[in-house]
């Protein structure tokens, strides 16, 4: 039986990947502070982690992974001059720092998989500019520097490195954003395919991912955002 271990992965995309796995029949280690609304099921671990912690030591991984996600994350949207130097820091403890850390931990148990693979999440905001994001696209871009640089440093030891960028997507931590009839209908006619994002649609792009169909694949940003990244309608 396959090991992964999902942080995040008892809400929003994390949650739907964790569903995925579990259908598969793989063995799943869900990291996140609290167990939400996950279902109980005999091949799913939950262990209580709090990623806005430092120095997070983390018990009861198993000894080998073959594959591992980091899906937490924020959405702080506001104007650069409003946003103290503390936001910038929470922000990069959660979306970079919490990872580096589980990572680094999980290091052993991922070599000894021999075809193991991580999947980290940036955010279409990086490569396409958008005004209020600076703080979020700050630690995102940190987050495709890493992947690129432990893709390279990783290759032969059987560890892939991937990252997908979404774009908005509808899940409790995007809540805020549509939560609103008005606000919806707005965010969807901002995407060239006119919607957003669903859990579901990201989640099964990280399966893929972690997944043997991708084993020639390491050190790729994926963009997966209704093509608000690429293309623009005229």
């Known amino acids: 039986m396959s090991n992964y271990v999902v942080a995040g992965g008892s809400s929003g995309i994390g949650k739907s990947l964790t569903e995925k796995l579990l259908y598969k029949g793989c063995k799943v280690y869900v990291l996140a502070r609290s167990r939400r609304d996950l279902p109980e099921h005999p091949n799913l671990e939950f262990i209580s982690v709090d990623f806005t912690q430092d120095g997070i030591n983390i018990q009861s991984l198993p000894d080998t992974i073959d594959g591992l996600v980091y899906s937490p994350g924020t959405i702080h949207l506001s104007p650069f001059n409003r946003i103290k130097r503390s936001q910038f820091e929470q922000d990069?403890?959660?979306?970079?720092?919490?990872?580096v850390e589980l990572i680094q931990?999980?290091?052993?148990a991922l070599k000894k998989s021999g075809k193991s693979s991580v999947v980290l999440f940036s955010t279409v905001a990086?490569?396409?500019?958008m005004n209020f994001h600076s703080s979020i696209a700050a630690s995102?871009?940190?987050?495709?520097?890493?992947?690129?640089s432990?893709?390279?440093?990783?290759?032969l030891a059987g560890i892939r490195f991937n990252c997908i960028a979404p774009s908005?997507?509808?899940?409790?931590?995007a809540e805020k954003l549509v939560n609103t009839p008005e606000?919806?209908?707005?965010?969807?006619?901002?995407?060239?395919?006119g919607r957003i994002g669903t859990p579901e649609?990201?989640?099964?792009?990280?399966?893929?991912?972690?997944?043997?169909?991708?084993?020639?694949?390491t050190g790729q940003i994926l963009g997966l955002d209704g093509g608000m990244g690429s293309i623009k309608m005229l």
Do not use: C
């Open 126 to 129: 990086v490569q396409t500019g």
């Open 168 to 173: 908005l997507t509808n899940t409790p931590l």
């Open 201 to 217: 649609d990201v989640s099964s792009l990280a399966d893929f991912l972690l997944s043997e169909e991708s084993s020639w694949m």
């Open 183 to 193: 606000k919806l209908a707005a965010s969807n006619t901002r995407h060239p395919i």
């Open 92 to 99: 990069f403890k959660i979306n970079v720092l919490g990872a």
């Open 105 to 108: 931990q999980a290091l052993p």
């Open 150 to 155: 432990l893709a390279a440093e990783y290759a």
């Open 140 to 148: 995102k871009g940190a987050i495709e520097g890493l992947t690129r």
